[in-house]
């Protein structure tokens, strides 16, 4: 008698009717594998990879995919819950039975002509009882071997599957990338995620944001649990004691420099246990643990170098056991390398850029996408939490929530209580990015930094953070920050990068109740004096304007965070609704 997961295989197959069924073991020899074919295969007429100078960086490999599949696709992003208030104005809804027939109808034969991969696998540490299982079935192999590098995938999962139902669904096919049949829809009350026409991280490895963050948030919204856009840290004093941290930020507002983050101070470490994704839990003992759902990084290597970031340069550079993939940068064919914006202060003088054209220095474009990625495993990194597979996770004792705004918002203020950060998490506004497809620079709200990614209403989210926080016993402290305030001549205020290790030491010092706070319209903000700044250059009037509230900027604020909660009438609760009218009267609304 066939196991669940074996009558999915089989429906499947019947469905894309590939040649060929591959299922996934997870091993070494099966990642040398899959690997040389990849280097032979063609889709759209390129090579699916190629492999990188090997001194340099060791089992890299260059992917360039098509130039209209480079980011995520949020306009074509779906949730397909039985009515639309359920999916709530924060996302797009389908019926779901609509759904399914116009998915089924685009993948009846799709896989024609190629292999179907099976991809068993295991979100989070497969010892702990926080993780769960999943199923993709794919015909692309750069995502078959993403998946391997960004989850635990093959006989474990296997195992933990077993004679259960209970596993996701993860239906994929590269189709034939036209955006006009680009579709990547969710269906969460089935643990189910079907994604046609993308190759593109965020829209086909169905893991990362489709599982962890949208199925994940609902299904953490049934069974009393967080699944967050979150980086997970561990900060280590001078005297051995590890603070834990999540941070919350849009793409590319630093998170995985914060994730990866060298002290200024001498005696301080970070030890990193994720850069992405928090799955948190309720602790027996009231507490809120952390672990990540992640085996790997899918960073954006635009901006990333030794200045900003050297030990995710030093995890690309430490390739072992999984290959390391690069995506839409451009290659340097001196040496064969990767090569983008920010890797080198000199650009060198022969590039292909990402879409395979000779580099003209002088265009004005960059030769790297500005969302070009790298795919590499967590286990390369040097500054590896030996927490990393806690089964429990980790203790949290700060969340840190921040976006990109160029003013406004105060480099940092601690929220007075639970509540009072729900509300300032709940009101966050960031400048777009390029990781999602659209106009860059834009303000959106992006609550918890989980606007695209919150699998259900997003009042109904708002008030499940509520209950979180009446569940356990001792709350972590809630911090919000800005590192990218600018002045009247539009250059940075803070330096950000490492600097930003002062603002982290001063939160553990409120953790620790070893210093004060004064009060302001918004929330508790650093006593003067209490951000060491010993070695930095920055002038007093920079910090009092860093670290203060223009009233009139706060009124414009209002007038945007009035008009988003308007749009999920009264599935705001109403404790947020009260805090917001308390900000308004502060302010002089």
């Known amino acids: 008698m066939s196991t669940p997961m074996e009558m999915f295989v089989k429906e499947m197959q019947k469905l894309f009717q590939p040649d060929e069924v591959y299922v996934m073991n997870g091993s070494q020899e099966e990642v040398e594998k899959i690997t040389e074919i990849a280097q032979k295969s063609e889709v759209d007429g390129r090579i699916v990879l190629k492999k990188l100078n090997g001194q340099e960086y060791p089992n890299s490999y260059y992917h360039r995919s098509n130039p209209n599949d480079v980011a995520r696709t949020e306009h074509l ?123 593109y991280g965020g829209n086909a490895l169905l893991g990362k944001k489709c599982y962890s963050l949208r199925i994940g948030s609902y299904l953490g919204y049934q069974e009393g649990w967080l699944a967050e856009h979150m980086i997970i840290i561990g900060v280590e004093a001078p005297d051995g004691k590890i603070t834990y941290f999540l941070g919350a930020f849009p793409s590319a507002c630093g998170k995985t420099n914060l994730a990866m983050l060298d002290p200024v101070f001498k005696g301080y ?29 899918f960073g954006v290597a635009a901006g990333t170098g030794f200045k900003t970031n050297p030990n995710m340069m030093k995890t690309l550079k430490n390739s072992k056991f999984f290959p390391t993939l690069f995506t839409n940068t451009a290659v340097d064919n001196s040496n064969n390398t990767p090569w983008w914006e920010g890797v080198s202060d000199e650009v060198p003088s022969d590039l292909t850029d990402w879409q395979g054209r000779k580099y003209d220095k002088n265009s004005g474009t960059p030769a790297a996408h500005p969302n070009s990625r790298f795919t590499v495993s967590i286990y390369n990194c040097p500054t590896l939490s030996p927490e990393i597979d806690n089964p429990k996770g980790v203790p949290i004792s700060g969340i840190i929530f921040g976006g990109r705004r160029k003013s406004t918002i105060p480099l940092v203020y601690e929220a007075k209580d639970w509540n009072s950060g729900v509300f300032a998490a709940s009101i966050i506004g960031s400048e777009t990015t390029a990781a999602a497809s659209g106009q860059v620079g834009t303000v959106r709200r992006d609550p918890m930094a989980m606007l695209p990614f919150c699998g259900y209403n997003m009042g109904e ?51 620790e109740g070893k210093t004060g706070v004064k009060e302001s319209e918004i929330g508790l903000f650093p006593q003067e004096g209490a951000i060491d700044l010993s070695g930095l250059d920055i002038k007093k009037e920079t910090m009092d304007k860093l670290l203060s509230v223009d009233k009139e900027d706060w009124k414009k604020e209002v007038l945007m965070i009035e008009e988003f909660y308007a749009k999920f009438g009264d599935k705001i609760p109403k404790d947020l609704r009260d805090y917001l009218k308390e900000l308004k009267e502060k302010i002089g609304v």
Not at 285 to 297: R, T
């Open 269 to 297: 470490r970070v030890w990193t246990l994720g850069d992405d994704i928090a799955w948190i839990n309720v602790g027996e003992d009231g507490q809120l643990y952390a672990i990540n759902p992640e085996a790997g990084f």
């Open 461 to 511: 989210y708002f008030n499940h953070w509520l209950n979180i926080g009446e569940r356990a016993k001792k709350l972590p402290k809630i911090f919000m920050v800005n590192w990218f305030r600018k002045d009247e001549d539009g250059k940075f205020m803070w330096p950000g990068y490492r600097e930003n290790s002062r603002i982290i030491k001063w939160m553990i010092d409120r953790i």
């Open 77 to 199: 992003t779906f949730v397909c819950t039985p009515t639309k208030e359920q999916a709530g104005p924060n996302n797009n809804w389908v019926d779901p039975k609509e759904a399914k027939e116009k998915m089924d109808y685009l993948f009846k034969g799709a896989m024609k002509g190629r292999t179907m991969y099976v991809i068993p696998f295991v979100m989070g540490t497969p010892k702990s009882k926080y993780a769960k299982n999943g199923v993709q079935v794919t015909d692309s192999l750069y995502v078959a071997l993403s998946m391997r590098v960004m989850s635990r995938v093959g006989k474990q999962a296997i195992e933990r599957i077993g004679t259960s139902y209970d596993f996701f669904r993860g239906i994929h096919s590269i189709g034939d990338v036209n955006p006009n049949r680009r579709f990547i829809m969710h269906f969460p009350q089935d643990n189910l995620v079907m994604s046609f026409g993308s190759g």
